[in-house]
């Protein structure tokens, strides 16, 4: 049983130290130019064809002092679970229902890589 038992920690083990794939970058750039560019733009600076007809604009995501105000696991919940889960405007679309976590991560991933 105890040889058993150290076989399964190390095992458990094994499986925690596996390298964690970095999310894709161009992959998110290519699913944020599909769902978010309307919006906020192909660079992210809130300035798509359809910001000007909101209230309130889209957000700058590039801007470096937003950037530094937020985390990542906060962009992640806005893009999936949209604006209003997170006190922000209802006019923010949830994607979470067409997205996969590795979409998340990646399109985290180019969010963060906006940063002027």
Known sequence: MR????AVVLSAGAMLAQPVPAADV?????????????????TGKGDGPASAALNPQ??????????NEVDDAHIRTVI????????LSPIMTAFGHALSDEDLDNLVAYIRSLDD
């Open 26 to 42: 161009a992959a998110g750039e290519t699913k944020f130019k599909q769902l978010c560019g309307t919006c906020h733009g192909p």
């Open 58 to 67: 889209p957000r700058d995501l590039s801007s470096a002092e937003w950037q």
């Open 3 to 6: 040889v058993l038992l150290t």
């Open 80 to 87: 999936a679970d949209g604006g209003a889960a997170v006190g």
